[in-house]
């Protein structure tokens, strides 16, 4: 998108990730790219003429005002972390009202000890997703400049998340980009009621994103995917409210499903800026979780090397990566449909996020994700596959020694379960039918925590029988 508006840059501006470019560019202008080299962008701020607290605590005493909007939103809340809008612009639904959950239950299922594993929840996000952290911010950033359309590319959440600001607000129009059979039911029909103009192509995500970016430079269109750097900033909050909820103490470990690697990157720029401004005393480890099917990067940097080299990675190795992928014609293909993406489009800056938390990246199978997921809900809390994929790869670097039993860790929960329930329904149904249909395509042999349902004749005796065979 070309508009720009001219705004006070000096205190916050748009720069280049690239050390050897460093271009600037003003807040008012809509860009999701370096107009000189092509890099990725920051959001920048001038710390030293910020209002920045003392201790983070002090946050806490905004609880006081719930009554006033900013202090409601768990995003705008932190206003003096993301200070790029200014409070009358903010455009808030009250998102980030999110739970930081101890579950003793599935830390035993990882092998961690009690007391050491937290399920970040996203899931009571407004659209049901931590999405909302992400486009609260961007759509902040969009109504500043006087955007009067936006446009996405979704696997269904963040299409869901657009749709509705759009609807609430009336503000400008949502324009959605999905691919063919590639979006659940759950996230589509958020989309569909909540007004937005859904546009569905021959193809996948990868397909969609590349689609988005041509229409909407070519009409002006305001541009929400994770490449637009607002939307990250609203993503910070989610390790804020973590920070929080663990009494401003720091854990051992972040684990966090890997798809467009939004998160991952958010994540990471939000220690690397509480670090340098003095406000936490050491960065947690951060594990970014691929799904086996979608496991782009987790093959460059696990298996061919790929490093974020000060700023400087090795493009070859992408390219070379990305050409083997179209030769072989090779697509994504996972359960966890919001993390099937072959092409993550914050690649460099979650190179970054894994050099900033001495990171590393695992994959996990659809059987994995599916089983983890289970345990998530058999402990109280209902996600979406690509939730589980944190709990999952938890797993995974606990068995591998990775993570130690005494560490705390945090795993992100991305999704309500509702998102995409007909997932969870194959896994625990009693008809094989069903349960190929859904899931034996994906590579998932057995459910080995079903949950199924007992059928049986609507007769008392029958009934009373079933539920005391069960006790």
């Known amino acids: 998108m070309s508009t720009s508006v001219q705004t006070n840059s000096d205190q916050a501006f748009q720069r280049c990730l690239s050390p050897d470019c460093l271009a600037t560019y003003d807040l008012g202008e809509a860009l999701t790219a370096c107009k000189q080299c092509g890099e990725l962008l920051d959001v920048v701020y001038d710390w030293e003429h ?37 409070p009358e612009k903010v455009v808030t639904l009250g998102e980030g009202q999110t739970l930081l959950h101890a579950s003793d239950g599935v830390a035993q299922y990882i092998g961690l000890n009690r007391g050491g594993l937290f399920l970040q929840y996203e899931g009571m996000n407004p659209s049901g997703s931590f999405k909302d ?29 657009l749709a509705l600001y759009c609807g609430v607000s009336k503000l400008m129009q ?18 569909l009621d909540y007004g937005a103009l859904t546009i569905q192509i021959a193809g996948d995500f990868d397909d969609a994103m590349h689609r988005v970016q041509q229409v ?24 804020y409210r973590v920070l929080e909820g663990l009494d401003w103490q720091t854990p051992d470990w972040i684990v966090v499903p890997g ?50 080299n000060q700023g400087r990675p090795d493009r070859k190795i992408i390219e070379q990566y990305y ?25 460099s800056k979650c190179l970054r996020a894994i050099d900033v938390c001495q990171g590393v990246v695992r994959e996990v ?37 990775v993570i130690s039993p005494s560490d705390r860790v945090v795993c992100i929960l991305t999704g309500h379960q509702l998102k995409d329930p007909t997932a969870t329904v194959a896994y625990h149904t009693s008809d094989q039918n069903e349960f190929d249909r859904v899931l034996a395509s994906r590579g998932v042999l057995q ?25």
């Open 50 to 86: 910020l209002p920045i607290p003392d201790t983070l605590s002090q946050f806490q005493s905004k609880w006081s005002r719930r009554n006033q909007p900013l202090c409601h939103s768990g995003v705008w809340r932190f206003h003096e972390l993301l200070p790029f809008a200014p």
């Open 323 to 347: 050409r083997e992928l179209d030769e072989t014609k090779q697509r994504a293909s996972t359960i966890a449909s919001a993390i099937e993406i072959n092409r993550p489009v914050n690649l």
């Open 259 to 308: 798809g467009n690697l939004g998160n991952s990157s958010a994540f990471g720029k939000a220690f690397l800026e509480l670090h340098q401004l003095g406000l936490i005393d050491r960065i947690p480890r951060l594990a970014v979780i691929n799904a086996a099917g979608a496991d782009t990067f987790y093959e460059l940097v696990e298996n061919r090397g790929l490093k974020w």
């Open 174 to 191: 949502a324009v959605i980009f999905i691919g063919s059979g590639k979006i659940s039911y759950g996230k589509l029909s958020q989309a």
């Open 447 to 471: 459910a080995r925590y079903a949950n199924q349902a007992i059928a049986v004749a609507n007769n008392l005796d029958e009934i009373v029988s079933a539920i005391q065979a069960n006790n």
């Open 133 to 161: 952290n992400g486009m609260s911010a961007a759509f902040t950033h969009a109504h500043t400049i006087g955007a009067k359309r936006a446009a996405c590319a979704s696997t269904g959440n963040t299409s869901a998340s």
């Open 216 to 239: 909407t430079e070519q009409l002006g269109i305001y541009l929400v995917n994770s490449v637009n750097p607002f939307r990250l900033e609203g993503q910070k909050t989610i390790m």
């Open 365 to 401: 199978t659809d059987q994995q994700i599916l089983d983890a997921k289970s345990q998530v809900g058999a402990n109280g809390l209902g996600c979406e596959p690509a939730s589980a994929a944190s709990v999952a790869g938890t797993k995974l670097l606990r068995a591998e020694g």
